[in-house]
């Protein structure tokens, strides 16, 4: 399936990311504990317990610090629906500044890709690189909306 999503990803990436040369390549699973590596696992969802409930206090911080912040969200998306990304960065009362398919708040910028699902360079790749290309020279995203 070239230049298309393949539905099969998910298990190519369990076979490749458990091959023991490329776990070594990648200095993974360097503690010979005995298990499978997997795309969502909840060996650390649930242990994990340095991890914020909300990304918004950090959001405050950086904001408050000065750095840019894109963040970029799949319209398709069934795991993080866009409008929860847009409720979210609603709570922080951020002043619009541009609106559209990218929406520009004063310190923050989301960034919506049509067509994309939760893995926005894995089903809009070319997309995906337009919008890092953009994010790394400061520049806004495209006005006429054809890249995203």
């Known amino acids: 399936m070239r230049g298309s999503y393949d539905p099969c990803t998910e298990r190519h990436s369990t076979v490749y990311y458990n091959r023991p040369e490329v776990q070594r390549a990648l200095h993974a699973n360097v503690t010979g504990i005995n298990y499978t590596w997997t795309t969502c696992s909840e060996t650390i969802s649930t242990s994990w317990r340095d991890s914020p409930k909300s990304m918004l206090p950090i959001y405050k911080e950086l904001i408050a610090a000065g750095l840019r912040i894109w963040v970029f969200s799949g319209d398709t998306d069934s795991v993080v629906p866009l409008t929860a990304t847009r409720y979210s960065i609603d709570a922080l ?9 990218s929406q520009v708040y004063k310190g923050l910028t989301l960034v919506t890709i049509r067509g994309a699902g939760h893995e926005v360079p894995l089903h809009r790749p070319r997309q995906a690189l337009i919008l890092f290309q953009h994010f790394l020279r400061g520049k806004p995203m495209p006005k006429n909306g054809t890249v995203v």
């Not at 009362?93 to 398919?101: D, F, I, K, R």
Request: a neutral charge; zero cysteines; charged letters at 0%.
């Open 93 to 101: 009362g951020l002043p619009t500044v541009v609106g559209g398919w």
